[in-house]
């Protein structure tokens, strides 16, 4: 039995133009254009791999999420809510029985590369076919809302279209298709609250692990999809998150990081029945036993409040690093976008930071040639990302998204203008980057070890500064907090030597 799999296994590889089931390598575009704020190492646009061994009659599900960190959180749970139907995971596309794209709609670039993956699982859906095989397909995140019915228009080999807001009811949709039905759409924001719907979380995959947290967002910065895709704000209340947290630590995790699309507006019932901030959120979760570290992304700078600034210097769990995207220098350019804010209230906003907690690194996001940008606009943006120094940064070419206001507003930049912009950011915020490292070497710092390295005997972790730390260390580091003397910093990483192995 499992020889004849294997044979046709391979016959399928054989027979696939492009090999969809290798990991796909990042753009060589050389930017962080493709990257996402806070981006999980390289987990977001790669299938995830189970842990599990699976049985061989196990049904198998892969999944490819594209995108941001709430889209890895919502694979995630995807993945545990078809565990309880008897699915696995697997990596390799070629023996999956259900294939899911788990979606990004916020720049045109991650868009359009959905329909190109499906162009490749339709040969393969065929050819699988040819051998006995069923294959249901389906198109889930924030493409998925945006674009509804047309995704089946344009790829009539999808079964399934999910929108965010629906994935607890991925099991019936799945027995309908099963059933005969064909082409089932899905982009209703329900009534139902789909975290109560889901299954309780499996085993951690690492000892880092995402929490969402608030989803949605009414600020409708004129260029931004996501008020569209996710809907408005909604915020989980603080004894669902608190118990999440537990079920989390209590199998394996010690450091969360709290995402939402504008994670500092939270505003989750609390056990009195108001809303709590989400400060008061970091210190519910603070006082779970085993958790030792909480971050929290993507904040937006007018939501940032007092009692969130004084968090960074009260709550030692919290760690010294803040995402704190300001997207334009220019104060023209930031009032065009809608943002409320201008590049001296970003200023004055980081001073309060640092001035209770002045080691605490600073990451941002930053659009370049929105419509309209001068010359002087984008001076203005290089001139504020000197001025603060950033530990890292997300920059991105403005991309026109059907539907916002700015996809109509005059003055589009020219495609060359834009990569020429990103090109000189770059350069100045590596920079940037080299240098923040470059202060770590001679330092000791705590590293909680994620895991094995590339190279044998390898260990990766991260720096309270979110630092990713290499160091030569056996598998029984993982999942700890380990002092680690920095030797050695490059733009993206430090290596060192864990204390006491020196
Ligand atoms: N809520 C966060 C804030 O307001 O700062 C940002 C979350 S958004 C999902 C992530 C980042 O994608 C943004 O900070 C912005 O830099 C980038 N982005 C969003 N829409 C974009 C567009 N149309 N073109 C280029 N970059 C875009
Ligand atoms: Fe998009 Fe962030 Fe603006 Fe909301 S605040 S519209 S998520 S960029």
């Known amino acids: 039995m499992l020889p004849r799999r294997t044979a046709l296994l391979q016959e399928i590889r054989s027979n696939l133009p492009e090999a969809l089931w290798k990991l796909e390598e990042w753009d060589s575009e050389r930017s962080l254009d493709d990257f996402e704020p806070l981006l999980a190492d390289d987990v977001a646009a790669h299938p995830r791999q189970s842990d599990v061994e699976p049985r061989p009659e196990a049904k198998r599900v892969f999944i490819k999420t594209f995108g941001c960190q709430m889209n890895v959180y919502d694979s995630e749970r995807m993945s545990e809510a078809l565990a309880v139907e008897g699915y696995v995971e697997t990596a390799d596309v070629a023996e999956a029985d259900l294939a899911i794209l788990n979606t990004c709609h916020i720049r045109e670039k991650a868009a359009e590369k959905v329909y190109s993956d499906l162009g490749r699982l339709r040969d393969l859906k065929s050819l699988r076919a040819k051998s006995g095989k069923e294959t249901f397909i389906t198109v889930a995140g924030c493409v998925a809302q945006a674009e509804g019915d047309e995704i089946v228009r344009r790829a009539p080999v999808v079964d399934l279209v999910l929108g965010p807001q629906n994935y607890h009811r991925l099991p019936e949709f799945l027995s309908r298709l099963r059933g005969g039905e064909a082409a089932l759409v899905e982009t209703a924001f329900p009534d139902e609250d789909k975290f109560k719907a889901l299954p309780a979380r499996s ?103 007092d009692d969130l600034v004084a968090a960074h210097a009260e709550e030692e769990k919290l760690m010294p690093y803040l995402h704190l995207p300001f997207q334009s220098g220019s104060d ?163 290596s060192g030597v864990i204390r006491g192995s020196m």
Request: a neutral charge; glycine letters at 10%; one cysteine or more.
């Open 203 to 305: 085993p951690a995959k690492s000892a880092s692990a995402f929490l969402t947290v608030q989803e949605g967002c009414d600020k409708f910065c004129t260029f931004c999809v996501v008020p569209y895709t996710r809907g408005m704000e909604f915020s989980r209340p603080v004894a669902a998150l608190v118990e999440e947290a537990r079920a989390l630590v209590a199998r394996g995790v010690r450091e969360l990081t709290l995402l939402g699309q504008n994670v500092n507006g939270y505003h989750g019932e609390g056990a009195d029945g108001h809303a709590t901030t989400l400060a008061g959120l970091i210190r519910h979760l603070a006082s779970v036993d085993g958790l030792q570290r909480i971050r929290y992304t993507t904040s937006h700078p007018r939501d940032m409040t």
């Open 332 to 494: 023209r350019v930031l009032a065009a976008m809608n943002r409320k804010h201008t590049a001296d209230d970003y200023l004055r906003l980081i001073e309060r930071v640092r001035a209770v907690r002045p080691d605490i690194a600073m990451s941002t996001d930053i659009i370049v040639g929105f419509p309209g940008e001068t010359d002087a606009d984008f001076q203005a943006t290089v001139d504020l990302v000197k001025t603060v120094g950033f530990a890292y940064a997300y920059c991105f070419k403005y991309s026109a998204r059907p539907g916002t206001p700015a996809s109509s507003m005059d003055g589009q930049v020219s495609e060359a203008v834009k990569r020429e912009r990103l090109e000189r950011l770059q350069a100045v915020l590596e920079d940037g980057h080299r240098q923040f490292n470059a202060a770590s070497v001679g330092k000791t710092m705590p590293v909680l070890f994620e895991k094995a390295g590339r190279q044998t005997g390898q260990l990766v972790g991260r720096s309270p500064y979110l630092q990713l730390v290499q160091v030569d260390g056996g598998p029984e580091f993982i999942g700890e907090i380990v002092d680690v003397e920095i030797r050695a910093a490059g733009a993206n990483s430090l």
